[in-house]
């Protein structure tokens, strides 16, 4: 009987890797490429011992371990150093890349119904789910080879071909823990929009109990899945038990999918969802109105999960601007004056780099948005809507209303939960009008990116991957831009090139203003396009 409910996986395994390989390959070619070129880069920046005492310096601070983890002692040669700053990074673009294969796999071909269409030949229940979990282990530890192969390319200084591989397969590993995660999520919930939710859920829980206990104490990250990936001791004592931890989890949540797949109809879950009212909404009685129905789950998560995020990292505040622990004497040589104003700098250059990851979490739930005009139009929702006299105009700019409304929303809810978090942490916090700075400034460029998706949506729909990849590409600039002493004309690619160090400097007006410009052309480029392609 079990054989029998696994009836044609080889198939559809061979199928789904058909179907997806194009997606499957630049993946694992972006990511591969990535990891194996900041490599490369580390033998050159770091070749020295005083180049690598320079930056140990920084990254031991709270706030760099906020960001990166918590450095391990003993660093010494440029492979120390890169396996301390990549791990988690790459570990957070394996969650990324997992979710959004697994949950399209799953609920995506339950919701379009493809999945009912197989299941009505010799198909056993459990084939789908099988296949996407070997296309899953396929895919990651594919990748996971790619890097330990890489890292022998690269040469970098202090590798071994033990530690090459634990980094590489490791991180392979901590991707397939997270598809577990993603296929279970996607048996519990009956659509793909919250099977993604809870999923991030789960992440962002991770996220923030691995931050405070590398912060607060290290040990207790051990009680972290996501923190696991911290805990390899690459290149010094190549420890494999984190690897044995996730295989167990793996095992674990994917045999939980696998019982409730069983016992489950499809387009079903083990939470349904709650039927609707017999009668609609006296708010209900417009196309922007349904957009925010059909995104209030998301918005409302999003707000809170990036208000708690903020609030999180707001709450280290005191750790990070207190340069009295490191140095006791500097009180008596500067006096408290000088000491409040350099620990409120530390602070405020903090606050400068968490805002390119603020900007772009709070762009996912705008961007997902403006896609969703692609996805009910596949799904042949919009015929239903201009069965109507709906006309593209109005779709279209409630589309782009609901997306800006929401990222603006986000950010704005980010930036208060940090506002809160250095009131609690703080016996003297910054003010409100320090984040409301910040906030101003990053309107204009989060604009652009939402006008770039709008634009690529109007004309070009098909290219709609390209808004992520950017997306990705202007977060790993900002964000590694001055580790990897990268020089100044790559951040000039992205709009948050020309704002950043904002609230440590200034945002300059003129700026804005052209940002805005540029912004409203692309949801014109984009209004046009919409409103005179064909639907598909």
């Given at each position: ?312 990292y707001g709450s280290i505040f005191s750790d990070i601007g207190d340069i009295i622990k490191t140095n006791p004497a500097l009180e008596q040589m500067l006096g408290k004056s000088a000491i ?197």
């Open positions: 009987m079990l054989s029998n409910n696994f009836t044609k996986t080889a198939f559809l395994t061979r199928f789904s890797l058909r179907k997806n390989w194009l997606k499957l390959t630049i993946w694992a070619v972006a990511m591969a490429g990535l990891f194996t070129a900041i490599a490369a880069k580390f033998t050159s920046i770091y070749s020295n011992q005083a180049a690598i005492d320079s930056v140990m310096e920084t990254l031991k601070s709270p706030a760099m371990t906020a960001l990166f983890g918590k450095m391990p002692s003993g660093v010494s040669t440029s492979a120390d150093i890169f396996a301390a700053e990549m791990t988690v990074f790459m570990a957070i673009m394996a969650v990324v890349m997992n979710y959004s294969i697994v949950i399209k796999n799953l609920r995506g071909e339950e919701e379009t119904g493809i999945t009912e269409i197989i299941r009505a030949h010799a198909v056993g229940k459990l084939s789908l789910l099988g296949a996407t979990m070997i296309e899953a282990i396929i895919l990651n530890l594919g990748i996971g080879l790619l890097y330990s192969l890489g890292l022998s390319v690269a040469n970098l200084s202090g590798t071994d071909l033990n530690g090459n591989f634990l980094l590489g397969l490791g991180l392979g590993f901590a991707g397939l823990m997270f598809s577990s995660i993603a296929a279970l999520m996607s048996q519990i919930v009956d659509n793909a929009r919250s099977s993604t939710i809870l999923s991030y859920l789960v992440f962002g829980i991770m996220y923030i109990a691995r931050m405070t206990t590398d912060i607060s104490d290290p040990k207790q990250t051990w009680w972290v899945p996501f923190g696991w990936v911290e805990k390899f001791s690459t290149y010094k004592n190549n420890d494999w038990t984190p690897v044995l931890l996730m295989i167990i989890f793996t095992i674990i949540a994917f045999a939980l999918a696998f019982f409730i797949n069983s016992k489950r109809d499809v387009n079903a879950g083990l939470i349904a969802t709650r039927p609707g009212k017999k009668q609609a909404s006296v708010f209900l009685n417009g196309t922007f109105s349904l957009f925010l129905k059909l995104h209030k789950t998301s918005i409302i998560v999003w707000t809170i999960g990036l208000l708690i995020l903020g609030f999180t409040h104003s350099a620990n409120v700098a530390i602070i405020k250059q903090f606050i400068s780099m968490l805002m390119i990851i603020f900007a772009v979490l709070s762009l996912i739930p705008g961007i997902q948005t403006i896609h969703d005009l692609k996805t009910s139009e596949n799904k042949g929702y919009l015929e239903m809507v201009h069965a109507k006299p709906v006309g593209r105009s109005k779709l279209y700019l409630n589309a782009i209303t609901v997306a800006t409304i929401t990222t603006l929303l986000v950010l704005a809810a980010t930036l208060y939960g940090l506002y809160l978090g250095g009131v609690y942490s703080m016996k003297d916090p910054l003010p409100l009008k320090t984040f409301a700075k910040a906030y101003a400034a990053y309107i204009s460029p989060t604009l652009i990116m939402l006008g770039l998706t709008a634009a690529i949506i109007g004309t070009a729909p098909k290219l709609s991957i390209l808004n992520y990849l950017y997306l990705t590409a202007a977060l790993i600039i900002q964000y590694f831009g001055k580790l990897l002493k990268l020089p100044d004309w790559p951040e000039k690619l992205t709009p948050f090139g020309y704002i950043a160090q904002v609230p440590v400097k200034t945002a300059d007006p003129e700026t804005i203003i052209w940002q805005l410009a540029i912004a409203v052309i692309l949801f014109g480029i984009g209004y046009i396009g919409y409103t005179r392609r064909d639907l598909k």
